[in-house]
């Protein structure tokens, strides 16, 4: 491999030589580090594959070997000290799968409570035709009604008429046959 430096990224022997660790090891500790974060393409590659560190990496390597040197501490827990992307992702994974879950069962709920209201809606709506054909037909009732009663009063007005004049008639011919009395006396 090259020991030119390509845009400041250095290649795994360079990483090596930086940290006085072999290729081998400069692999294990990335492969740490790629399970750690849960991103295998956590390190820029070229294009070979081969992984390509940057000096932050170099330093985050000599941390992790450092931390790892302490009471109870292998590379993995050191590396989960220094690269707690992993850990974070999935507590975020976890809060947004039971956001998502919630929002799902929102969602159902409210599905739920729409089909019951179009339901209630086309009922009401059933309700309010039916009330209204029978306002219709309530009106064409009461419209026959008033012109019965129309004709009625026209009728009984007609027949009122009449029977006042067959009272006239029956007065005047009594009159002209004169009271009772004058009969007798005259």
Same mark, same amino acid.
């Given at each position: 491999?090259?020991?030119?430096?390509?845009?400041?990224?250095?290649?795994?022997?360079?990483?090596?030589?930086?940290?006085?660790?072999?290729?081998?090891?400069?692999?294990?500790?990335?492969?740490?580090?790629?399970?750690?974060?849960?991103?295998?393409?956590?390190?820029?590659?070229?294009?070979?594959?081969?992984?390509?560190?940057?000096?932050?990496? /170099?330093?985050?390597?000599?941390?992790?070997?450092?931390?790892?040197?302490?009471?109870?501490?292998?590379?993995?827990?050191?590396?989960?000290?220094?690269?707690?992307?992993?850990? +974070?992702?999935?507590?975020?994974?976890?809060?947004?799968?039971?956001?998502?879950?919630?929002?799902?069962?929102? /969602?159902?709920?409210?599905?739920? +409570?729409?089909?019951?209201?179009?339901?209630?809606?086309?009922?009401?709506?059933?309700?309010?035709?039916?009330?209204?054909?029978?306002?219709?037909?309530?009106?064409?009732?009461?419209?026959?009604?008033?012109?019965?009663?129309?004709?009625? /009063? +026209?009728?009984?007005?007609? +027949?009122?008429?009449?029977?006042?004049?067959?009272?006239?008639?029956?007065?005047?011919?009594?009159?002209?046959?004169?009271?009772?009395?004058?009969?007798?006396?005259?």
């Amino acid at each position: 491999m090259s020991k030119v430096k390509t845009n400041n990224l250095l290649t795994p022997a360079q990483a090596a030589k930086d940290l006085g660790i072999s290729v081998a090891t400069l692999r294990k500790y990335s492969l740490i580090v790629e399970r750690t974060t849960d991103n295998s393409k956590y390190f820029e590659r070229n294009s070979q594959n081969n992984r390509l560190y940057t000096q932050k990496n /170099i330093e985050d390597f000599k941390e992790m070997v450092k931390l790892s040197h302490g009471p109870k501490m292998t590379l993995e827990t050191s590396a989960a000290q220094i690269y707690p992307v992993a850990e +974070e992702n999935k507590q975020a994974e976890v809060k947004q799968d039971d956001e998502i879950s919630k929002m799902q069962t929102t /969602i159902a709920k409210l599905e739920s +409570e729409n089909k019951k209201n179009a339901l209630t809606i086309k009922e009401l709506q059933d309700e309010l035709t039916d009330a209204q054909k029978s306002k219709e037909q309530l009106q064409v009732e009461l419209d026959t009604l008033k012109q019965q009663a129309k004709e009625k /009063i +026209e009728n009984t007005g007609s +027949e009122k008429d009449e029977n006042i004049k067959e009272r006239v008639n029956e007065k005047v011919n009594d009159d002209k046959k004169g009271h009772w009395w004058n009969r007798f006396m005259g």
